[in-house]
């Protein structure tokens, strides 16, 4: 396979130049409009969802001003891919590395936050390359600023927003955190991975859903209240599996043995057998961070989304190297 000689030096490159901003948002006090173009490899919006992976965007974070999306192809391989522009604001902020830094963050937790729901909107793991914030300097031109991307490959993936509806669901930040580790659950490549991931995703959903009254400790003498905790983890997970998603407490009493044993404790070996529990707990645990979510975002259970059917297709070895 002939190679780049020069490639091999450096594990990334700098991404590609996406041209100037379609939609930028006009200059505002006390603001700093940017706009982040970015391409979502392998995704390709028909007409009847566009509106609803517009929506999503506008669910993603504060001070949005406009969303554009188009379909773009691959130059090289002919595979499609989906063109995204977001153009919103951000606080005024001194000095020039402070904007900068500002920007790239600030469109990163966009674009993250993007990617989680249109990751939990289709059941499957989506990602970005070429993130390109845009913004205006002081002489009143665009200035761009180019990110580091490694050479990936992504598979073309078969999406139908149309039946996912939040219009009126409020996306707290405990929402957009699980999604995160949803989206990581998605695409981790072995069973040990996924399992952990989707069980940081609803512990993040046990502590957003459940409520329930501190433990308090009295003096067994004076009665003097000495301190109070809040409830444990084991018990808001609990309540959520079992109260609010209608599962068995067996099945809750498996995942929570594994998390402790594997992910918690570490006090398991792993075997084969291990391998094996958890490859079949991964679908049942995904099955649960979704309705979890659904649930943060007022959903019926039984409505989509669920995993991707790709997401069952798997092999408690296949990716052991």
């Avoid at 590609?16 to 901003?21: A, E, I, R, V």
């Avoid at 506008?58 to 391989?77: F, Q, R």
């Avoid at 609803?202 to 209240?225: D, E, F």
């Avoid at 407490?249 to 995942?255: A, I, K, V, W």
Wanted: proline share 7%.
């Amino acid at each position: 396979m002939n190679q780049n000689p020069e490639e091999k030096l450096f594990l990334f490159k700098p991404g590609q130049f996406l041209g100037p901003p379609k939609i930028f948002p006009p200059m505002v006090s006390g603001k700093i409009p940017v706009s982040v173009q970015f391409i979502i490899p392998g995704l390709k919006v028909g007409n009847k969802t566009k509106k609803t992976v517009v929506q999503l965007a506008y669910k993603s974070g504060a001070d949005i001003w406009g969303v554009e999306t188009n379909t773009v192809e691959n130059s090289a391989t002919k595979d499609p891919a989906t063109h995204v522009t977001i153009a919103f604001y951000i606080n005024l902020v001194n000095g020039d590395d402070e904007k900068q830094r500002a920007i790239i963050s600030s469109s990163r937790l966009l674009v993250e936050h993007f990617l989680g729901l249109l990751s939990f909107s289709i059941g499957a793991k989506l990602s970005a390359v070429h993130m390109q914030p845009t913004t205006i300097n002081d002489k009143g031109q665009y200035s761009q600023i180019l990110s580091m991307s490694k050479r990936t490959q992504t598979p073309t993936v078969k999406v139908d927003f149309s039946a996912v509806n939040i219009e009126n669901s409020v996306v707290s930040s405990d929402i957009f955190s699980a999604l995160s580790w949803l989206r990581r659950g998605l695409a981790e490549r072995d069973s040990i991975e996924n399992f952990s991931a989707l069980m940081v995703c609803l512990q993040i959903m046990a502590r957003h859903i459940v409520t329930q009254p501190p433990i308090v400790r009295n003096c067994p003498s004076c009665g003097v209240v000495i301190d109070t905790q809040g409830p444990s983890i084991t018990s808001l997970m609990r309540e959520l599996i079992v109260t609010h998603l209608n599962a068995s407490p067996e099945l809750f009493d498996r995942l929570w043995k594994a998390r402790n044993a594997i992910v918690a404790h570490g006090n398991l070996p792993i075997t084969p057998e291990v391998l094996i529990e958890l490859t079949e707990l991964k679908f049942d645990a995904a099955t649960l961070a979704f309705n979890s979510i659904k649930l943060g975002l007022g959903m019926p259970l039984d409505s989509p989304p669920l995993p991707n059917q790709a997401f069952f297709v798997t092999d408690a070895f296949m990716y052991i190297d």
